[in-house]
């Protein structure tokens, strides 16, 4: 592939062939125009000044169009006044063709701001919905579902805090129930298993063995079992019900640390708003920017001229972008 070309395609001045035939501008000439200046800067007391400035805002573009006035956003009169001022205070136009550059100059930084606060709402949406979402999570059901889908549904109950803290509550009651009846019962045990939806797993396959090896015992006993015995049972199902409780703490505090650093992954990572919005603010802002840079050279040009100064003519490229 042939290397890229830029070609020029025309170089002209501002004011045309009779600027350059001009003559040049003679000491005497730029003598009596810089005199001319300073006879023609306008109001000279601070109370001409503060009336001028007055002036400038209430016929400038910028009190009329700039600002948003709507029933949901009303921006603020005073602190466009008050960065109007600066500027003014700051370029001190003489002139309407001047006061019209200074108030491009406004306009371009007010519409950034703005634009800036368009990127800032933005964000602030983005984290909010973010963490909505995040206190929402998914309901009753559809933690049950996806506990369910899985071969064993107490391993997928510890992948996540609200799946420990419900089976936590689980063995609590089911601990509750030995320590009043004072053993394992059928009926507890039958309680229990409804809760997993009638699956499988090994807590009911543990709890289950512990109550047959009971029931045989009662059974090869036919006057019955002693205190001993019946207390000897009832501590061993509650030794295996809190080394289950305490293991599902464990796994409710690896899974809340874990599921924290993903807030904070997801919170880092939605400060940035989605490409699309982002493109379209970079590309607004770089367009206001350009207009302002432009105006304040314009700017500059103009009020260098006012005060005598000998300029050349500005020049335009036209450059063509051609393979």
């Given at each position: 592939?042939?290397?890229?070309?830029?070609?020029?395609?025309?170089?002209?001045?501002?004011?045309?062939?009779?600027t350059?035939?001009?003559?040049?501008?003679?000491?005497?000439q730029?003598?009596?125009?810089?005199?001319?200046a300073?006879?023609?800067?306008?109001?000279?007391t601070?109370?001409?000044?503060?009336?001028?400035?007055?002036?400038?805002?209430?016929?400038?573009?910028?009190?009329?169009?700039?600002?948003?006035r709507?029933?949901?956003?009303?921006?603020?009169?005073?602190?466009?006044?008050?960065?109007?001022?600066?500027?003014?205070?700051?370029?001190?136009?003489?002139?309407?063709?001047?006061?019209?550059?200074?108030?491009?100059?406004?306009?371009?930084?007010?519409?950034?701001?703005?634009?800036?606060?368009?990127?800032?709402?933005?964000?602030?949406?983005?984290?909010?919905?973010?963490?909505?979402?995040?206190?929402?999570?998914?309901?009753?059901?559809?933690?049950?579902?996806?506990?369910?889908?899985?071969?064993?549904p107490?391993?997928?109950?510890?992948?996540?805090?609200?799946?420990?803290?419900?089976?936590?509550?689980?063995?609590?009651?089911?601990r509750?129930t030995?320590?009043?009846?004072?053993?394992?019962t059928?009926?507890?045990?039958?309680?229990?298993?409804?809760?997993?939806?009638?699956?499988?797993?090994?807590?009911?396959?543990k709890?289950?063995?512990l109550?047959?090896?009971?029931?045989?015992?009662?059974?090869?006993?036919?006057?019955?079992?002693?205190?001993?015995?019946?207390?000897?049972?009832?501590?061993?199902?509650?030794?295996?019900?809190?080394?289950?409780?305490?293991?599902?703490?464990?796994?409710l505090?690896?899974?809340?640390?874990?599921?924290?650093?993903?807030?904070?992954?997801?919170?880092?990572?939605?400060?940035?708003?989605?490409?699309?919005?982002?493109?379209?603010?970079?590309?607004?802002?770089?367009?206001?920017?350009?207009?302002?840079?432009?105006?304040m050279?314009?700017?500059?040009?103009?009020?260098?001229?006012?005060?005598?100064?000998?300029?050349?003519?500005?020049?335009?490229?036209?450059?063509?972008?051609?393979?």
């Amino acid at each position: 592939m042939l290397p890229r070309k830029v070609r020029i395609t025309a170089i002209t001045f501002v004011g045309g062939i009779e600027t350059l035939m001009k003559k040049p501008t003679s000491p005497r000439q730029l003598a009596a125009n810089r005199r001319n200046a300073k006879s023609s800067t306008g109001p000279r007391t601070p109370q001409g000044r503060a009336i001028s400035k007055m002036n400038a805002m209430k016929h400038g573009i910028l009190s009329r169009q700039v600002l948003v006035r709507s029933m949901a956003l009303q921006e603020n009169e005073t602190d466009l006044n008050a960065l109007y001022q600066r500027f003014w205070e700051e370029f001190q136009p003489s002139g309407p063709l001047e006061e019209m550059l200074v108030d491009q100059i406004v306009t371009a930084h007010w519409r950034l701001r703005r634009a800036l606060l368009a990127e800032s709402g933005e964000i602030s949406r983005s984290v909010d919905r973010a963490e909505r979402k995040r206190h929402q999570g998914m309901g009753a059901h559809q933690l049950w579902t996806r506990w369910s889908l899985s071969p064993d549904p107490i391993a997928a109950m510890w992948q996540s805090s609200s799946g420990n803290l419900v089976l936590g509550e689980w063995l609590r009651e089911m601990r509750e129930t030995v320590e009043t009846e004072g053993m394992l019962t059928e009926a507890a045990l039958e309680k229990l298993a409804s809760c997993f939806g009638g699956k499988p797993n090994f807590l009911l396959g543990k709890l289950k063995g512990l109550c047959e090896k009971f029931a045989a015992e009662t059974t090869a006993h036919p006057e019955g079992l002693d205190a001993g015995q019946k207390e000897r049972h009832k501590n061993e199902v509650l030794a295996f019900l809190r080394s289950e409780m305490a293991a599902a703490r464990l796994h409710l505090e690896r899974c809340a640390e874990q599921e924290d650093y993903d807030d904070q992954a997801r919170q880092a990572a939605a400060v940035l708003p989605s490409e699309e919005v982002l493109d379209k603010i970079l590309r607004y802002e770089t367009k206001l920017e350009r207009q302002m840079y432009r105006a304040m050279a314009q700017l500059e040009r103009v009020q260098r001229m006012r005060r005598g100064e000998a300029l050349p003519a500005p020049l335009s490229v036209d450059i063509s972008d051609r393979s």
